[in-house]
């Protein structure tokens, strides 16, 4: 039981850890302030959805439909081109928007709401990660299939909650304009670097 709760919590950690559009998207809004615990809470729900549904059987089922997996890739890359243009060009003003609240911000969070759930369910590298690779992973324990999901959707939570508030608490520093500058050209360059992957592992799918 701690076996598989433990392999859990270091796999799912090994899939989450490396920069994406759901880390870069918790990360700015944790440094402009804009309801970043919601956001965290919303990506490690939305895992946790996707890492069940992988280990109790969607895995195979995604694995087995090339058309649903072109259809979310193209979605994806419309979505992260689309957000990573958005990204350059708030770098690329002469006088960048603040990354802290004030009263037209706070009534933007229905579409942070979305925003957060289109780097999610649009990225078709949460599905390969949590839904494919984590879901077969987790096959393997058969009963204790619960306590590797329960670990690896702890492992999502701390994740989350621990960028999201470490960004919140940094916010000071990173609220200079030139910080912003850096910060928007990065989320912009992941943004487009994984929408160039995306459409290239598409096209290759289409093409083989």
């Not at 995604?62 to 979310?72: D, G, K």
């Not at 942070?112 to 992973?137: E, F, K, M, Q």
């Not at 619960?146 to 990173?174: E, H, R, Y």
Request: glycine letters at 8%; aromatic letters at 12%; charged letters at 10%.
């Amino acid at each position: 039981m701690l076996v598989a709760y433990f392999q859990g919590i270091i796999l799912g950690m090994a899939m989450i850890l490396p920069i994406g559009p759901q880390n870069a998207f918790v990360l700015s809004q944790g440094i402009r302030r804009q309801y970043p615990v919601m956001v965290a809470a919303l990506c490690a729900i939305s895992d946790a959805i996707l890492i069940s549904l992988g280990v109790f059987g969607g895995g195979a089922l995604l694995a087995q439909s090339p058309l649903l997996l072109q259809l979310v890739t193209w979605a994806g890359v419309a979505f992260l081109i689309w957000y990573g243009w958005g990204a350059f060009r708030e770098a690329f003003k002469p006088n960048p928007d603040t990354f802290s609240i004030d009263n037209q911000t706070l009534h933007t969070r229905y579409r942070i709401i979305a925003t957060v759930l289109a780097v999610t369910w649009l990225n078709p590298h949460v599905y390969l990660d949590t839904v494919v690779v984590l879901g077969s992973l987790g096959e393997q324990f058969g009963d204790l299939r619960l306590w590797f999901v329960i670990g690896a959707v702890t492992a999502s939570i701390i994740w989350f909650f621990s960028l999201a508030l470490l960004a919140a608490w940094m916010a000071p520093w990173l609220q200079k304009s030139q910080a912003q500058r850096g910060i928007n050209l990065v989320v912009g360059s992941v943004m487009w670097v994984i929408a160039i992957q995306l459409a290239r592992h598409a096209l290759s799918g289409l093409l083989a």
